[in-house]
């Protein structure tokens, strides 16, 4: 082939490449609005009528000795996000130490205690959801707790998004959340690993992030699963959503605990609206969609101010602004 033509022939394929990628890029940025706009439809307004607790109680299952952080970044995340009460179960140690980084939250020092279960078996009746694992801890007698915990959740029928070290419990005993259709879990790269190895008995196909979260919703029975990631990956089993909202290249721990918080209010926000706001998809999967591009929005937010110095407490700063700008224009 003469030069000439040989030039041309590359061009034209150049052009055929670059409008598929735009129409691709198009077309996921539509989806992305399309989901976005299910994820406004859910969101409780704001009124003068309605009383304190109306708008979510929302307890967080964590914190040890090692860990404190990550418990107070998701209840102080779910505050921020619009429930008006917030639990922290955590432990003995733990609790001074949470409630001396925020008078807003409600700290309860049992989950070691003996009858840590019973405890926190009490209050369930007045809390909307729960996000079980942030900060916890692999003490086995702690996750005898939860795991405790767990089953007199599933008895009430009460939302639980899982986390970090929950997600560890679950992992070891995948039954315990087997077939509950109001758990969400949220793994990251690692944690996901580990789950779908705990239920197929063998890795992952890293080349099908879709069809392996999928798989996995599946298996468990439905349950929701969020993939955390450069794109984040959500399935009900059914449906496949991917959020890949703007976020930025700092990786600081938390934000995983940003977004369980805030997930565990969303949760609460949709199962109330219900099928019929979020268009037949699962108010679930919708919550979690919500929940996914807020963190990553807010992680880009804090970074155009605060570059490589960002961390968690910067990205809460902006959980207000991000909500608005995302859900309330
Ligand atoms: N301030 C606080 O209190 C905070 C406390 N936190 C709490 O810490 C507890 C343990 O949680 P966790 O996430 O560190 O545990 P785990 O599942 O063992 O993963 C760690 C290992 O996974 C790997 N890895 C991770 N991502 C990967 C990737 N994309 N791709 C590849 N590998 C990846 C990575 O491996 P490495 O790079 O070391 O080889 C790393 O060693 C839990 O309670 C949590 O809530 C946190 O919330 C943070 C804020
Ligand atoms: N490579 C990436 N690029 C952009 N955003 C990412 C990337 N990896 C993770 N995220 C985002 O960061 C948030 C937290 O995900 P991550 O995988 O860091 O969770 P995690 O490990 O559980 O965090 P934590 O430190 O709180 O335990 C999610 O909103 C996710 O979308
Ligand atoms: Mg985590």
Redesign the pocket.
């Known amino acids: 082939m003469a030069l000439n033509s040989r030039c041309r022939a590359f061009r034209t394929c150049k052009r055929v490449l670059e409008r598929a990628f735009s129409l691709c890029k198009a077309h996921s940025i539509k989806d992305m609005e399309n989901t976005l706009q299910l994820v406004r439809n859910i969101i409780p307004p704001l009124s003068s009528t309605k009383h304190k607790g109306q708008d979510g109680r929302i307890g967080v299952v ?1 914190g ?1 000795q ?9 209840a102080i995340s779910a505050l921020k996000v619009g429930a008006d009460l917030s639990h922290v179960f955590c432990t003995n140690a733990a609790a001074p130490v949470i409630k001396a980084y925020s008078p807003e939250l409600i700290v309860h020092p049992v989950l070691d205690s003996p009858g840590a279960a019973h405890e926190v078996e009490k209050w369930l009746p007045r809390l909307h959801a729960l996000v079980v ?6 003490d086995d007698a702690l996750l005898e707790n939860v795991k405790g915990i767990l089953e007199a959740s599933k008895a009430r029928d009460i939302p639980v998004v899982i ?3 929950g ?2 419990l679950v992992a070891q005993q995948p039954a315990l959340i087997q077939g509950y259709r109001k758990a969400v879990l949220t ?5 996901f690993s ?1 789950l779908y190895d705990a239920v197929f008995r063998g890795p992952v196909d890293s080349d099908d992030r879709h069809g392996s979260v999928l798989r996995l919703s599946q298996a468990l029975g439905n349950v929701t699963v969020v993939q ?2 450069e794109h984040d990956i959500l399935s009900d089993g059914q449906q496949v959503l991917v959020c890949s909202q703007e976020g930025s290249s700092r ?1 600081c ?5 940003l977004l369980s918080g805030s997930l565990g209010v969303l949760v609460h926000w949709a199962l109330l609206a219900g099928p019929e706001k979020t268009n037949g998809s699962s108010p679930l999967l919708v919550a979690a969609f919500g929940a996914c591009s807020l963190t990553r929005q807010c992680n880009h937010q804090a970074f155009q101010k605060h570059g490589r110095s960002t961390t ?1 407490s910067d990205m809460i700063a902006e959980v207000g602004t991000a909500f608005s700008k995302l859900f309330e224009t």
Do not use: S, V
């Not at 694992?133 to 692999?138: I, M, Y």
């Not at 793994?187 to 944690?191: A, F, G, I, T």
């Open positions: 964590g040890c090692e860990y404190t952080g990550a418990p107070y970044f998701a694992g942030p900060g916890l801890g692999r986390d970090a070290d997600l560890w793994p990251n790269h690692m944690e580990r955390k990631g990786r721990g938390g934000q995983g605990d968690t």
